[in-house]
């Protein structure tokens, strides 16, 4: 599984390097909003994602894969390493960049922003586990191509499902009613929600359950994702 | 003898194609080829040893253990040199290497370098850059650099110039020449088959039509030439695949015997048919 992640570092470190330039573009575009940071640096995060899973494909080395010494559960676990991976170090470098941008707006005389805190960082490892936990099965059951719009149609369904349900903004207090402020927690129902929970419970039981919660999602996710790969064939 | 590769009853379908109760054997140290036309079932044979699909029915044997059930053990000891090798285009040879390495029990770094230079293949050269030969070589030096004990080549010839597929066969006999190792080729190139294969397997439609030594097959298959004005049913029931020309026929049969009882006292041609002969005739129909 090892050898199998450090493929995929090789091979994507192409992709890997891009997260600290797309980064800096979010934080930057934070100025304005700062939702727009938590959102991009997560956008950020996917799309290495999907770009290190392009490889394969694009490359049509599935059957050089394959020929290595390696199972397909041993596939499908790499590359969710390969996705934690991804999802740490665009944590690492959206807190970098972040830390550095707040830093700016604080000499400037502005308060620290509230989308550079402990919370909006366990919602992104949330967020991230849920994208990947979505698109990951999706990749191993129907390949690159049926497989992103697969994937895509399910996130955009899960978003809008979401937006129908209510507004994001429901019982936090730091976001307005229009969802989004300059310096406010990121609109959203997973960065709402985590925010809640962490002034409700506190920050240590928060990050508790929130790694919890992402841990489990992608435990069931590569499982499925595992079983719809062990049937393909190549 | 000790198989390194046993297909017992084999079967496998697809839509619109079948490859149906495929049995053969290749015993340690011999080379055997895959042959058949476009569609036959030669890659999907070579995907079921690879364990990239897998048998609907039938046993399949690799290094005595089964490429499903023991997958890891079974491709850690198999070479594998695909038609069109298809690696990571924006990698150097050597990254290649560093990703490839780390994955066999017995990679030989030294080894590896030493094909790459006798192959000369630029390692430090992406692999997307290099012609389609010099891909085929840098696959066969990362297929060879773990000391496989059974190699399998899809169409390796195929881009390659007439010096290096040379050369390419003359290691190929070294390779199995110390009786521990073996090589699955399959090939539209019969010419290289005759020259180095032990052991020749046919697949036609989905369906075996023959596996034997590359002896037997002299020994059974013949071309026949003669008049037309000769054809009659006898001849004829001995014959595949006739092709009847203004001042000749030819023919291939598996049973000379017959046929020179049926031709004799006649002008005729009886000759040992080449691989290819036997491939085209048995394709045509009587």
Known sequence: ?234 | MDPILELRGVTKHYPGFSLRDVSFSLPRGFVCGLIGPNGAGKTTIVKLVLGLVRPEAGELRVCGDDPVTAERAVKDRIGFVHEVPAYYDHLRVGTLASIVRPFYSRWDQPLFEALVREFEVPAGTRFGSLSRGTRTKAALALALAHHAELLVLDEPTAGLDPVFRRSLLERLAAYVGDGRCSVLFSTHVTGDLERMADYVTFVRDGRLVFSSTREELGDRWFVVRGDPRLLDDAVRRSLAGVEIGPHAFTGLTGDPAAIRRALAGHEAVIEAATLEDIMYYTGRPC
């Open chain 1, 1 to 234: 599984m090892l050898n199998l992640f450090l493929k995929d570092v090789k091979a994507g470190a192409i992709f890997l390097w891009a997260v600290v330039p797309l980064n800096v573009v979010a934080a930057l575009q934070a100025s304005r909003s700062g939702g727009a940071f938590f959102w991009a640096n997560l956008a950020c995060a996917a799309l290495i994602l999907v770009a290190v899973s392009m490889l394969e494909w694009k490359n049509d080395a599935e059957a050089f894969v394959h020929s290595l010494p390696v199972t397909r559960a041993m596939v499908v676990r790499g590359r969710y390493l390969t996705a934690a991976a991804i999802g740490v170090l665009s944590l690492l470098v959206g807190a970098a960049v972040g830390t550095a941008r707040a830093l700016a707006l604080a000499a400037q005389g502005a308060p620290w922003p509230r989308w550079v805190a402990g919370d909006m960082a366990l919602a992104f490892v949330l967020a991230f586990a849920v994208v990947a936990a979505v698109y990951l099965p999706c990749y191993f059951r129907w390949g690159f191509g049926r497989g992103n719009i697969v994937a895509a149609l399910i996130l955009a369904a899960g978003i809008i499902g979401s937006a129908l349900a209510g507004p994001a903004a429901a019982g936090h207090p730091s976001v307005t009613a229009e969802g989004t402020l300059h310096g406010g927690v990121p609109p959203g129902r997973i960065p709402q929600g985590v925010a809640a929970l962490v002034d409700r419970l506190g920050m240590a039981a928060g990050a508790v359950i929130v790694l919890a919660l992402a841990a489990v999602i992608l435990a069931v996710s590569a499982q499925a994702a595992a079983r719809a790969y062990e049937r393909q064939e190549f």
